[in-house]
């Protein structure tokens, strides 16, 4: 393999519940929606209109032949602006529940607060509709069991939004570590440092936020009651009642890609640590993790250990947001940068070991070189037999994007009735050791957890 050769890569193919049903939801479930023959026009509603739910919106209104129908948003601000920019005849509300009695919606986004995830898309599944929900799936792993039982009895779609599945930059990583480009892989590290407010979740409050403007119970939901706080509705990341922390919010996406390059199930032993160091702010979730994983030998491949670390204050000058993956082979290393460019280094094997004589004595180092360079004899050192390293780097067509990407198979597999590879039980295997990192860390202990049954021990 020459040195630093650069390609680029190719479009190929990628590859009722106990949470309930309200009577205003259950009055449609009786007439699931049809599925969408290739030629239809997919009708979407989004439920949660914040960051990512505009962002997604943003996403599927730019593909061809999909309609932005309706919006659900707590917040009176958000539905304007959803008017604003899909036109007066969007249908909004603050109570999702109105969304998914609409019998014009076809498939709905799910990107509210990560306690909202569970109950609105077994609601929505419940109702025939096909659901796009954000990760992490769910926020409590019993949930997402249950998520999986209303997949499987409704028949309908669910993706969760990691879009990483979906990337072909994952697919040709995935390609390379299969065929044993770089050996067998027992070591696997990830990083994603944040070095902006934004970054750590410092989201801007509206001016106009008050008990007027925001249904503060309906945001609420099961979560604990509180009075009426702008900030735990527009950061709610920052806290436990609603979100899943670093663990829920990115460490997710981290399983999400190792799981799908690897075939694997998940890691059986789960350890975190951390601490809230510089934002603080009030939050109660820490802005600096490192989790460490142990995941079990199978058919596929051999045990190896994962090293997630994600840092708010990262101060390493690699931009506002950099996520790195390295896959670290007994053959090479393969470095992804994640959204940008895959690198294979493949470094040959030891031609000699080389000896540690020269701490015994005299005739016992003399008879430890002399068998060494029997073994071993002297190569002549040239441009052929000096060791080097070939490099191979892969780069993502220009202005190819991994979310448009996923919201792609979403749609296909709206229209093809086809199963999709983010599924509820990929999803949960992805969101379980993640919320098994947050148990880990507020408990100060390790987790055991089966990867199959998707449980903790």
């Not at 603050?94 to 019998?103: K, M, N, S, T």
């Not at 480009?181 to 696997?188: A, C, R």
């Not at 997710?252 to 890609?257: A, E, I, S």
């Not at 030891?350 to 004595?361: H, K, Q």
Request: charged content about 20%; hydrophobic content about 35%; some cysteine.
């Amino acid at each position: 393999m020459p040195i630093s050769r650069r390609h680029f890569l190719q479009s190929t193919a990628v590859a009722g519940s106990s949470l309930g049903l309200t009577a205003a939801v259950a009055t449609v479930a009786q007439e699931p929606a049809k599925p969408a023959s290739p030629n239809d026009r997919v009708q979407i509603g989004c439920i949660g209109f914040g960051i990512m739910g505009q962002g997604d919106m943003r996403t599927e209104s730019s593909l061809p032949d999909v309609h932005i129908v309706a919006v659900s948003d707590v917040y009176d601000g958000r539905r304007t602006l959803a008017q604003e920019l899909y036109g007066r005849d969007v249908f909004t509300t603050r109570d999702y529940r109105e969304l998914l009695a609409r019998r014009d919606v076809d498939a709905v986004i799910i990107a509210t607060p990560d306690h909202w995830h569970a109950r609105i898309a077994i609601d929505a599944l419940h109702v025939g509709k096909d659901v796009y929900c954000q990760k992490p799936m769910v926020r409590e792993v019993p949930d997402g069991h249950t998520v999986i039982e209303a997949q499987k009895e409704t028949g309908r779609i669910l993706q969760v939004g990691s879009q990483r599945v979906s990337s072909i930059l994952y697919a040709k990583a995935k390609e390379l570590t299969k065929t044993g480009m770089i050996g067998q892989i027992h070591l696997i590290e990830a990083y994603i440092n944040r070095n902006s407010s934004l970054g750590a979740w410092q989201y801007t409050i509206p001016p106009d936020a008050s008990p007027e403007t925001i249904d503060w119970d309906q945001f609420l939901g099961t979560a604990p009651k509180c009075p009426f706080d702008p900030v735990r509705l527009f950061r709610w990341r920052n806290y436990r009642a609603y979100g899943t922390g670093i663990p829920g919010d990115l460490f997710v996406h981290l399983f999400t890609g190792i799981h799908f390059v690897m075939d694997s199930l998940g890691p059986e032993r789960i350890a975190a640590t951390g601490g809230l160091y510089y934002w603080n702010d009030g939050r109660d979730v820490p802005d600096l993790m490192t989790g460490i994983y142990s995941y079990p030998e199978t058919p596929s491949h051999p045990a190896f250990q994962v090293n997630f670390s994600v840092n708010f204050e990262a101060g390493s000058g690699e931009g506002a947001d950099s996520q790195v993956f390295r896959f670290i082979g007994t053959e090479g290393v393969l470095n992804l940068s994640v959204g940008n460019s895959l690198s294979l280094s493949k470094r040959p094997r030891e031609l000699d070991p080389g000896t540690t004589a020269s701490t015994f004595s005299k005739k016992v180092e003399e008879q430890i070189l002399a068998e060494h360079r029997l073994k071993y004899p002297p190569r002549p050192e040239n441009a052929d037999s000096l060791p080097s390293e070939a490099v191979e780097t892969y780069f993502l067509p220009k202005g190819y994007s991994e979310q448009v990407a996923h919201h792609e198979t979403f749609l296909q597999a709206i229209r093809t009735r086809t199963p999709v590879v983010e599924d509820p039980v990929f999803g949960l295997r992805a969101a379980g050791p993640a919320l098994m990192s947050n148990v880990s860390y507020f408990e100060r202990r390790m987790v055991s957890w089966d990867p199959v049954n998707m449980r903790m021990l």
